[in-house]
């Protein structure tokens, strides 16, 4: 894959707007788990739907390279999530005016060489003391394979395959941060997995856009002690402080600079509207049966597979160790680079 480019916003946006994103938060108050949910489709059952960054981090201890037990590892990545607009729809009052922020358009032009850009998803990331996001690339899209429709990652695989970017969705993806906390750096790899990696302090009214489903990233550590973690907990903002709950229970609370507050924008580039109206109208979308096709072909083709295909779980398993690359694990380098 192609290195792409990426551009730092600092300031992001005028403070009355950078500081609406804050009340806005506060507003939506209530944030649920994102959970890491096993698949049951007909490839790969039983794995999570991020199986690829999940049990890396878990082999490698992240970035850091810590050891710790596999289910306090996931804990340390189960942040708090919930949109904000998808598609048509808008779930937040006074998102608009980020969803269709102009200088994210400007710059997702310039990132993918396209100038049709069609914005899709706004949503917001919240992690607390002791949580981080482990390295990874995010969920592609291409012409009739997506998340909705088959795991997510299948959908990194074929991206980092290379064996389908005629049917790829190029996307553009923005983070904004709105508040300042301890920790929390934005960690990204600009020029490859095998590159050095740069981190960006996540300072409130500032931001990054670059092309997440190829650059590796991740998020660094939250100061501070994590907390007791289950599934289903929330994160609910309550009389002017974030609070931790399980059902009725309380479990922690938090003030805003123990918390890390991102706001994530994603949206199409097309290079006309010929292909803006053939992705709408399906046209030559892909099929599983085609894809795993080819997925075969080219392992034997590599000579990673001979005589019978694998049963669908093994098979999931092996393309996911043959595509995805992650950068190497352990303590960052003297050398990592910091955008100040």
């Not at 049917?167 to 050095?196: H, K, L, Q, S």
């Not at 030559?284 to 779980?313: H, K, N, Q, S």
Request: charged share 25%; hydrophobic share 40%.
């Amino acid at each position: 894959m192609a290195t792409p480019t990426y551009r730092v916003f600092d300031p992001l946006l005028p403070p009355a707007q950078a500081d609406a994103m804050v009340r806005l938060c506060e507003r939506f108050g209530t944030y649920g788990m994102y959970s890491q949910e096993a698949s049951e489709a007909q490839i790969g059952q039983g794995l999570f739907q991020r199986h690829d960054a999940v049990t890396n981090f878990v082999k490698t201890g992240g970035r850091f390279g810590r050891r710790a037990d596999p289910i306090a590892l996931g804990a340390r990545t189960n942040y708090f999530r919930e949109s904000y607009a998808y598609g048509e729809e808008t779930y937040a009052d006074g998102i608009e005016p980020f969803l269709r922020y102009e200088g994210f358009v400007e710059a997702a032009r310039a990132i993918h060489g396209r100038p049709v850009i069609e914005p899709a998803i706004v949503y917001a990331n919240l992690l607390i003391a002791g949580q981080e996001l482990a390295v990874h690339t995010d969920v592609p899209e291409f012409r009739g394979a997506n998340r909705k429709l088959y795991p997510q990652w299948l959908m990194v695989v074929m991206h980092h395959s290379g064996l389908f970017d005629e049917y790829r969705m190029p996307i553009a993806t923005a983070v904004g941060w709105f508040n300042d906390c301890r920790g929390g750096a934005f960690a990204f790899y600009p020029d490859g997995p095998d590159a050095e990696c740069v981190t960006l302090p996540a300072r409130a009214n500032s931001g990054i856009i670059l092309d997440t489903d190829s650059v590796f990233h991740g998020v660094d550590p939250i100061d501070g002690a994590l907390p007791p973690l289950r599934p289903g907990m929330q994160l609910v903002w309550d009389r002017g402080r974030w609070a931790l709950r399980a059902g009725a229970e309380l479990v922690a609370r938090y003030a805003w600079n123990e918390v890390r507050f991102s706001i994530s924008w994603k949206a199409y580039c097309f290079a006309d509207e010929r292909e803006r109206r053939g992705w709408r109208e399906h046209r030559d979308d892909l099929a599983l049966d085609g894809i795993l096709d080819r997925l075969v072909a080219d392992l034997r083709a590599r000579g990673r597979l001979d005589g019978e295909r694998p049963d669908p779980t093994s098979l999931a398993l092996r393309l996911i160790d043959e595509y995805i690359r992650f950068p190497a694990a352990g303590a960052p380098a003297p050398e990592d680079r910091v955008r100040a």
